[in-house]
């Protein structure tokens, strides 16, 4: 589904601060996968994330999306196959229009806009079901500003929106991140919830090694812009925060640090 | 006295339509959009040439409003595709079409006199002077921009235009063409600001190439007025308070002038007013919770 092959990306190339922040990165994603991705801060997991949403141009390599090559192609252009959760609650969804409206926008996601409503009555009806099973209490309020809601039910929201059409790919940038712990249990379990249920192709790149090991059928460890661990099937369901930590030991390059919210958090 | 509100008010409502051209990129788009002091001129002075040549004041709004469009056109097309900031690229259109406009115009300005506008057949059918034919037909052209305008804003393209000034990211991430959705509501905004230059002129008998120094000022104060006056509940309500925001604008500039101001005090007066406008809630924000901080403060009651 997702095939990423010598993906290279430098950043301020050309100046003092020049930083390869992808060196080489090959990864493939067979349908129904879903990895988890983890690393310590610079090693290029969002970075990866953003190459394969288009928000910056790769420098080498290429990207393909179920067949289709994306590697050129402008950000908004691949939004089609794309479904993406930020870990910033206020990037995924608009403050100042209401739910249905931002609901209304993630369901024209890759189809022609034209001069017909914006929200129609007939998706009123389908996206209050929706809310309903999201079980937030948010069906109620679909004319409410986005603005009012709290940082989970934003993420939950975006979530919804990200799978609204069923992507060929769906990206989670650390979306819990930004959540006290309770939400970010709540956000994660119906994140694995949505994957699962539509059988999702899904990255997820996360700093939580516990999370990174619960969730997914495949978990990446990535460092100083490669990727350093690969563990799937079996190994992975076996796999302990103590393997990892050592694992990560190894592959890590020189003056590179566990930081703290990795083993911690 | 009588004399002095019908003038406010037949002007408010010509400017109202340049307000609520400036609402579409200010508070829609998030720009400041400087384009906005070419283009008002660029509408009269379409309009004054078209007049003077013998053509209908009816085409001359019409050109007057496809060269607006252009207008912003380019400046979307600058600050899009060239990547220059928003606010360069709307000094950047904007100087560039003192120069257009003085081509359009061949001279300094155009006088109408005696002439006929789009008024002048208003006000023989109704038998009505001047002054409320102005009304007349600026009320029809408001309402009508309103009407317009609120179905637009709630369809697939306007939807996706408002998606693009409250959160680019979400807007792109959404499949949304943003530079596109940019361009559309520039393109439109410059449109109304052209059309209300057109208006403008031919109510005062004028085009003159200086008319747009400061527009965007004006029509950021009529923006304020009407948002602090009528809040921002709903966007009928928010497109309808331009129009009333506009209106009050001039009634307090009428009533200032006659209390004495000097006219050479206005554009002063007006930066002042925006001024307050942008910095007042800061500053009414923080004196809240510096209250509320304190002992006794109503946190405590």
């Known amino acids: 589904m997702l095939?990423?092959?010598?993906?290279?990306?430098?950043?301020?190339?050309?100046?003092?601060?020049?930083?390869?922040?992808?060196?080489?990165?090959?990864?493939?994603?067979?349908?129904?996968?879903?990895?988890?991705?983890?690393?310590?801060?610079?090693?290029?997991?969002?970075?990866?994330?953003?190459?394969?949403?288009?928000?910056?141009?790769?420098?080498?390599?290429?990207?393909?999306?179920?067949?289709?090559?994306?590697?050129?192609?402008?950000?908004?252009?691949?939004?089609?196959?794309?479904?993406?959760?930020?870990?910033?609650?206020?990037?995924?969804t608009c403050a100042d229009m209401n739910i249905e409206e931002n609901l209304a926008l993630a369901r024209r996601r890759g189809r022609p806009r034209g001069l017909s409503w914006g929200v129609t009555r007939r998706e009123r009806e389908e996206y209050r079901a929706m809310l309903e099973a999201l079980g937030l209490g948010l069906e109620d309020r679909l004319s409410a500003k986005v603005g009012l809601l709290s940082g989970g039910q934003r993420q939950a929201l975006t979530l919804l929106m990200a799978t609204l059409r069923a992507p060929k790919l769906l990206l989670l940038d650390e979306h819990t991140a930004a959540l006290d712990p309770r939400t970010a249990?709540?956000?994660?379990?119906?994140s694995d919830r949505v994957i699962s249920e539509g059988g999702?192709?899904?990255?997820?790149?996360?700093?939580?090694?516990?999370?990174?090991?619960?969730?997914?059928?495949?978990?990446?460890?990535?460092?100083?812009?490669?990727?350093?661990?690969?563990?799937?099937?079996?190994?992975?369901?076996?796999?302990?925060?103590?393997?990892?930590?050592?694992?990560?030991?190894?592959?890590?390059?020189?003056?590179?640090?566990?930081?703290?919210?990795?083993?911690?958090? | 006295m009588q004399e002095i509100i019908i003038g406010a008010v037949s002007l408010g409502l010509l400017w109202a339509v340049m307000t609520i051209g400036v609402y579409i990129s200010y508070s829609v788009l998030g720009m400041a959009d400087m384009t906005a002091e070419g283009s008002i001129t660029l509408g009269a002075a379409v309009a004054a040439q078209t007049i003077a040549g013998g053509g209908s004041p009816y085409l001359g709004l019409l050109l007057a409003l496809l060269c607006g469009m252009a207008a912003g056109?380019?400046?979307?097309?600058?600050?899009?595709?060239?990547?220059?900031?928003?606010?360069?690229?709307?000094?950047?259109?904007?100087?560039?079409?003192?120069?257009?406009?003085?081509?359009?115009?061949?001279?300094?300005?155009?006088?109408?006199?005696?002439?006929?506008?789009?008024?002048?057949?208003?006000?023989s059918l109704l038998g009505i002077d001047k002054g409320l034919s102005v009304i007349a037909v600026g009320l029809v052209i408001c309402?009508?921009?309103?009407?317009?305008?609120?179905?637009?804003?709630?369809?697939?393209?306007?939807?996706?235009?408002?998606?693009?000034?409250n959160n680019p990211h979400m807007a792109r991430a959404q499949g949304i063409n943003t530079d596109r959705t940019i361009i559309i509501g520039l393109v439109l905004s410059n449109a109304l600001i052209a059309l209300s230059g057109a208006l403008i002129g031919q109510s005062q008998n004028y085009a003159d190439l200086q008319m747009g120094t400061g527009a965007i000022v004006i029509g950021l104060a009529s923006l304020f007025i009407g948002e602090v006056l009528f809040g921002k509940r709903n966007f009928f309500i928010r497109?309808?308070?331009?129009?009333?925001?506009?209106?009050?604008?001039?009634?307090?500039?009428?009533?200032?002038?006659?209390?004495?101001?000097?006219?050479?005090?206005?554009?002063?007066?007006?930066?002042i007013t925006v001024v307050l406008a942008l910095t007042l809630p800061g500053i009414k924000k923080a004196a809240q919770s510096r209250r509320r901080a304190l002992p006794g403060g109503p946190q405590d009651a």
């Open chain 1, 200 to 265: 999702l192709t899904t990255m997820m790149v996360t700093h939580n090694m516990r999370d990174a090991i619960r969730y997914g059928n495949r978990l990446i460890m990535m460092s100083g812009g490669g990727i350093a661990v690969d563990v799937s099937g079996e190994e992975k369901k076996n796999l302990t925060v103590e393997d990892l930590l050592k694992l990560f030991e190894k592959a890590r390059g020189d003056g590179e640090e566990i930081p703290d919210r990795m083993v911690l958090g």
């Open chain 2, 143 to 165: 309402a009508v921009i309103i009407g317009l305008l609120y179905w637009f804003f709630g369809t697939e393209i306007g939807s996706a235009i408002r998606a693009t000034g």
């Open chain 1, 185 to 190: 249990k709540k956000v994660l379990e119906l």
């Open chain 2, 73 to 123: 056109l380019c400046n979307g097309l600058l600050h899009t595709k060239l990547k220059i900031p928003s606010l360069l690229s709307g000094i950047l259109t904007m100087t560039a079409l003192f120069s257009v406009n003085l081509h359009v115009m061949g001279k300094a300005n155009i006088s109408l006199l005696r002439m006929p506008t789009v008024y002048s057949p208003v006000a």
């Open chain 2, 239 to 271: 497109l309808s308070s331009m129009v009333a925001g506009a209106i009050i604008y001039r009634l307090i500039i009428a009533f200032v002038l006659k209390l004495g101001m000097p006219a050479d005090d206005l554009k002063l007066f007006t930066a």
């Open chain 1, 3 to 92: 095939k990423v092959t010598g993906l290279y990306k430098v950043f301020n190339r050309g100046t003092v601060n020049e930083r390869v922040a992808l060196e080489n990165v090959s990864l493939t994603l067979e349908k129904g996968d879903f990895v988890t991705v983890i690393g310590g801060n610079g090693a290029g997991k969002s970075t990866l994330l953003n190459c394969v949403a288009g928000v910056y141009p790769p420098d080498g390599g290429s990207i393909v999306v179920d067949g289709v090559d994306v590697t050129r192609l402008a950000e908004y252009r691949r939004a089609r196959h794309l479904g993406r959760v930020f870990q910033d609650p206020m990037r995924g």
